[in-house]
């Protein structure tokens, strides 16, 4: 069943689906929309998310932005989703409410997975329920009811995802540095490359961001900056026809040399080396 609400004026969706791989062609809105998965079978599902193998267990969600390019595996059993854009729920706006922008959507480094613990279970089937009481009243209100249900949605998802990728011993600050700085990158990669520029935006010194990162990570803030961009380069390589000095003027790089050999160091292979070896892999 896909239930859809759609405000014409704002340009704002939010629709509710028990089989995302079919119905999401269905979706009265299309692009820019944030996606929350949910595996609601007795069995895992898999696909692929940005070239990578994903593979979602039963009663896990996984978050998924408008710039993943996912592959729907034929055949595969339906997956339960929710579906939205900004103008029906800005991640951003409500971030000093639910601490969301930067962990659940925006996180440079991985699609985060959340699992939904048994005790847990009863209230996001309780939720769901109400979802779809609620978009069966199509009146003024509609949008609104359906609103804070997204923002209740969105909040026990947070919790879950905070408690499960960041220790307890995390302060509340250094958390919202990471995530910021994650959100940060995901805005800005194409065109600041330096932790410098990210710790100006933080109004940090860059020695302070290292820092946490080096006792809160595995990575440096460096290393998720190079790890985003070469991201992006390799979903324009297996997705576009792009040529590799398109890319790298469209990832900020001055000379396509430049971003040939930046992403040979980051993935081992030339941009020409990877793109062939991946045609030849689906071929």
């Given amino acids: 069943m896909l239930y859809q609400y759609h405000n014409a004026f704002a340009g704002?969706?939010?629709?509710?689906?028990?089989?995302?791989?079919?119905?999401?062609?269905?979706?009265?809105?299309?692009?820019?929309?944030?996606?929350?998965?949910?595996?609601?079978?007795?069995?895992?599902?898999?696909?692929?998310?940005?070239?990578?193998?994903?593979?979602?267990?039963?009663?896990?969600?996984?978050?998924?932005?408008?710039?993943?390019?996912?592959i729907w595996e034929k055949n595969s059993l339906p997956l339960f989703a929710f579906a939205f854009n900004r103008e029906f729920y800005c991640m951003?706006?409500?971030?000093?409410?639910?601490?969301?922008?930067?962990?659940?959507?925006?996180?440079?480094?991985?699609?985060?997975?959340?699992?939904?613990?048994?005790?847990?279970?009863?209230?996001?089937e309780l939720l769901y329920q109400i979802f779809k009481e609620e978009f069966k009243f199509h009146d003024k209100v509609q949008g609104e009811m359906l609103l804070a249900l997204t923002k209740r949605l969105v909040i026990k998802t947070t919790r879950l995802a905070k408690s499960q990728h960041f220790p307890d011993e995390i302060a509340e600050e250094k958390y919202d540095i990471i995530r910021k700085f994650n959100f940060l990158v995901d805005l800005h990669y194409k065109t600041h490359k330096q932790v410098s520029d990210y710790a100006n935006m933080l109004h940090k010194s860059p020695k302070t961001l290292s820092n946490v990162f080096r006792l809160h990570s595995e990575k440096t803030p460096q290393q998720l900056i190079h790890e985003r961009i070469t991201l992006e380069a390799k979903r324009l390589l297996l997705y576009t026809p792009k040529s590799s000095k398109e890319i790298a003027y469209e990832l900020g790089f001055e000379e396509a040399n430049h971003f040939s050999k930046f992403f040979k160091k980051m993935f081992g292979k030339t941009p020409l080396e990877f793109r062939n070896e991946s045609k030849g892999n689906l071929a």
Avoid at 49 to 68: E, F, H, S, W
Avoid at 98 to 111: I, K, N
């Fill in 12 to 70: 704002s969706l939010l629709a509710m689906t028990d089989n995302l791989q079919e119905d999401e062609q269905c979706f009265i809105v299309k692009e820019k929309l944030l996606r929350l998965v949910w595996n609601r079978q007795d069995t895992p599902i898999c696909f692929e998310a940005d070239g990578r193998q994903v593979v979602l267990a039963p009663q896990k969600m996984i978050a998924i932005t408008y710039a993943n390019k996912i």
């Fill in 92 to 124: 951003q706006q409500h971030d000093e409410e639910v601490s969301c922008y930067g962990l659940l959507f925006f996180g440079a480094q991985h699609l985060p997975i959340v699992a939904l613990p048994t005790e847990e279970m009863n209230g996001f």
